[in-house]
């Protein structure tokens, strides 16, 4: 089935330019060449493995995984035996090292459970090791649920900031908000669905002006997206709860200044965890404020 595709492609005429650089090469027998090759997996549709990465699956000589029954799924998918290798965040430095070891030598594989790895995981690790040793590293694009999720939401994509996962506990979870208020571009979260509400709660309090896009199930069944203002997508889903890893996202802050009416509520909120010159730091972030002039304001409204 494969070759059968690949021989389609190659049957296509000559693509005029720009597209005429494109090279598609057609699966081999042909061991690799010894080294790390980062691959990206699907998100959830298997069918939006690429050509390339399936060939170089079935022709390394190991597979790191973070876990061996969901990369196994995948493999028996597409009908590869390739022996899988558990490689993930509690993997320690002494299992680093003899992987790195073996690049000499082997074909290493490096995935994820779903989509591109390293993004919001420890394995650049891996690949610092790797590339400090002399290991050649070949990178194999594909799917990332953050492009897609920016994709679906209608947000402004000419500048944009991935954020990672939203911490669990609530001051944390504020202060990641906080740091990135006003960063101009539209901010990207990965979240999960328990906790989903809370951090749209959270948001429609520090951001209640901005333009909120949840992506949830991508590539799957039941895809959707949902935008608005985070308090409204907070009673929505709480009212019908989400499941799974989500992507959220947060439109660039307007160029309106924030008014001192609303600076007052943004230090009123943060003196309740925080001292004076804690709080006159957190929103002088999120509002371009001056820290000296809210500090002064942060002790008024504390009565000090």
């Known amino acids: 089935m494969l070759v059968n595709l ?8 000559t693509l005029p330019s720009p597209l005429a650089f494109l090279v598609i090469s057609e699966p081999t027998l042909e061991a690799l060449l010894p080294g790390l090759y980062i691959v990206a997996t699907p998100i959830g549709n298997l069918g939006d493995i690429t050509v390339r990465a399936a060939d170089i699956l ?12 969901v990369t196994g799924k995948l493999t028996k998918h597409l009908g590869i ?28 594989a490096l995935v994820s459970d779903a989509g591109t790895p390293l993004i919001s995981d420890p394995g650049y690790r891996l690949v610092r090791d790797a590339r ?56 990207i979260f990965y ?17 209640p002006d901005r333009m909120v896009s949840v992506a949830r199930e991508i590539t799957k069944l039941h895809e959707e997206c949902r935008s608005g203002p985070a308090a409204r997508l907070a009673d929505h889903y709480t009212d019908y ?45 999120a509002t371009g404020r001056d820290r000296k002039q809210l500090y002064a304001r942060a002790m008024e409204i504390r009565g000090e």
């Open 191 to 207: 979240e999960t669905g328990p906790r989903l509400v809370k951090s749209l709660e959270a948001l429609s309090e520090l951001l």
């Open 58 to 69: 079935r022709r390394c000589d190991a597979v790191a995984c973070e876990d061996t029954r």
């Open 241 to 285: 709860p989400a499941k799974g890893e989500i992507v959220l996202m947060v439109a660039p802050p307007a160029e309106l200044e924030t008014s001192d009416d609303d600076v007052d509520l943004l230090l009123k909120d943060a003196l309740k965890t925080d001292k004076a010159s804690q709080a006159a730091g957190k929103v002088a972030k």
């Open 81 to 108: 035996s390739t022996k899988l290798i558990r490689y993930n965040d509690h993997s320690g430095e002494r299992e680093r090292v003899r992987l790195v070891e073996s690049m000499h030598s082997q074909a290493i």
């Open 132 to 187: 400090d040793a002399g290991v050649a590293v070949t990178t194999l694009p594909g799917a990332c649920a953050a492009i897609a999720g920016l994709t679906l939401s209608g947000l402004p994509n000419d500048r944009f900031l991935f954020a990672g996962f939203i911490p669990n506990k609530d001051k944390a979870r504020r202060e990641a908000f906080l740091d990135v208020a006003q960063v101009d571009a539209t901010l």
């Open 6 to 13: 690949i021989r389609f492609i190659l049957a296509v005429p």
